[in-house]
Protein backbone atom coordinates (compact mmCIF):
# COMPACT_ATOMS: atom_id res chain seq x y z
CA UNK A 1 0.00 0.00 0.00
CA UNK A 2 0.90 3.28 -1.33
CA UNK A 3 1.56 5.89 1.76
CA UNK A 4 2.67 8.83 2.00
CA UNK A 5 2.50 10.90 5.42
CA UNK A 6 3.36 14.29 6.67
CA UNK A 7 4.23 15.64 10.06
CA UNK A 8 5.93 18.20 11.80
CA UNK A 9 3.02 20.91 11.47
CA UNK A 10 1.51 23.12 14.64
CA UNK A 11 1.11 26.41 15.97
CA UNK A 12 4.04 28.62 15.69
CA UNK A 13 5.06 32.12 16.43
CA UNK A 14 5.62 34.55 12.99
CA UNK A 15 9.51 34.79 12.84
CA UNK A 16 10.00 31.03 13.96
CA UNK A 17 10.48 27.81 12.24
CA UNK A 18 9.15 24.41 11.42
CA UNK A 19 10.59 21.51 10.02
CA UNK A 20 7.87 18.97 7.85
CA UNK A 21 8.33 15.23 7.47
CA UNK A 22 6.94 13.21 4.61
CA UNK A 23 7.61 9.56 5.24
CA UNK A 24 6.97 7.76 2.12
CA UNK A 25 6.29 3.99 1.52
CA UNK A 26 4.83 1.18 -1.00
CA UNK A 27 6.82 2.21 -4.05
CA UNK A 28 10.36 2.83 -5.24
CA UNK A 29 11.69 6.33 -3.30
CA UNK A 30 14.60 6.58 -5.10
CA UNK A 31 12.41 6.70 -8.41
CA UNK A 32 10.35 9.49 -7.61
CA UNK A 33 10.52 13.43 -6.67
CA UNK A 34 8.44 14.67 -4.26
CA UNK A 35 6.67 17.78 -4.29
CA UNK A 36 5.42 20.00 -1.21
CA UNK A 37 2.16 22.11 -1.69
CA UNK A 38 0.09 24.11 0.96
CA UNK A 39 -3.65 25.33 0.61
CA UNK A 40 -4.71 27.69 2.40
CA UNK A 41 -8.85 28.68 3.10
CA UNK A 42 -10.62 29.49 0.41
CA UNK A 43 -7.18 29.28 -1.56
CA UNK A 44 -6.02 27.41 -4.40
CA UNK A 45 -3.66 24.57 -3.54
CA UNK A 46 -0.03 25.70 -4.73
CA UNK A 47 3.17 24.45 -5.52
CA UNK A 48 6.23 25.22 -2.80
CA UNK A 49 8.80 22.95 -3.33
CA UNK A 50 10.08 19.73 -4.91
CA UNK A 51 12.75 17.40 -4.91
CA UNK A 52 13.98 14.59 -7.27
CA UNK A 53 15.04 11.59 -5.51
CA UNK A 54 16.81 10.29 -8.40
CA UNK A 55 18.95 13.22 -9.47
CA UNK A 56 18.88 15.22 -6.56
CA UNK A 57 17.25 18.74 -8.36
CA UNK A 58 15.29 20.47 -6.13
CA UNK A 59 12.91 23.28 -7.22
CA UNK A 60 11.38 26.37 -4.29
CA UNK A 61 8.66 28.69 -5.47
CA UNK A 62 8.64 31.68 -5.09
CA UNK A 63 6.37 31.12 -1.56
CA UNK A 64 9.92 30.12 -0.25
CA UNK A 65 12.23 31.25 -1.90
CA UNK A 66 14.86 32.78 0.97
CA UNK A 67 13.29 30.67 3.54
CA UNK A 68 12.54 27.50 2.62
CA UNK A 69 14.92 24.42 2.44
CA UNK A 70 13.95 21.11 1.09
CA UNK A 71 15.48 17.74 1.78
CA UNK A 72 15.30 14.06 1.32
CA UNK A 73 17.26 11.27 3.43
CA UNK A 74 17.00 8.06 0.93
CA UNK A 75 17.83 5.70 3.82
CA UNK A 76 14.53 6.61 5.33
CA UNK A 77 12.53 7.47 2.68
CA UNK A 78 12.03 10.81 3.95
CA UNK A 79 11.55 14.33 2.58
CA UNK A 80 11.78 17.30 5.00
CA UNK A 81 10.58 20.83 4.23
CA UNK A 82 12.22 23.28 6.38
CA UNK A 83 10.51 25.97 6.93
CA UNK A 84 12.36 29.56 8.61
CA UNK A 85 10.85 32.95 9.35
CA UNK A 86 7.10 31.96 8.55
CA UNK A 87 4.83 34.52 8.47
CA UNK A 88 1.12 34.58 9.07
CA UNK A 89 0.44 34.16 5.19
CA UNK A 90 2.48 31.20 5.37
CA UNK A 91 -0.88 29.70 7.22
CA UNK A 92 -1.97 26.70 5.59
CA UNK A 93 -2.63 22.58 5.28
CA UNK A 94 0.79 21.52 3.38
CA UNK A 95 0.88 18.10 1.87
CA UNK A 96 3.50 16.20 -0.13
CA UNK A 97 2.82 14.46 -3.42
CA UNK A 98 4.87 11.69 -5.51
CA UNK A 99 5.58 11.83 -9.06
CA UNK A 100 8.02 10.61 -11.69
CA UNK A 101 10.84 13.09 -12.33
CA UNK A 102 11.14 15.74 -13.27
CA UNK A 103 9.59 18.04 -10.89
CA UNK A 104 6.40 19.83 -12.50
CA UNK A 105 4.22 22.55 -11.04
CA UNK A 106 1.32 20.33 -12.89
CA UNK A 107 -0.57 19.53 -9.42
CA UNK A 108 -3.04 17.12 -11.29
CA UNK A 109 0.09 15.30 -12.18
CA UNK A 110 0.82 14.05 -9.21
CA UNK A 111 0.24 10.32 -8.41
CA UNK A 112 0.46 10.12 -4.70
CA UNK A 113 -0.82 12.13 -1.94
CA UNK A 114 -0.50 12.52 1.84
CA UNK A 115 -3.31 13.74 4.11
CA UNK A 116 -1.62 17.03 4.81
CA UNK A 117 -0.63 18.94 8.04
CA UNK A 118 -1.79 22.09 9.26
CA UNK A 119 0.75 25.01 9.87
CA UNK A 120 -0.43 27.99 11.43
CA UNK A 121 1.42 30.98 11.87
CA UNK A 122 0.18 33.80 14.53
CA UNK A 123 0.81 37.15 14.39
Known amino acids: EVQLVESGGGLVQAGGSLRLSCAAS????????IGWFRQAPGKEREGVSC????????FLSHVGKGRFTVSSDIAKNTVYLQMNSLKPEDTAVYYC????????????????WGQGTQVTVSS
Open 97 to 112: AAIIPPCISTIGLYEY
Open 51 to 58: ISNSDGTT
Open 26 to 33: GFTFDDYA
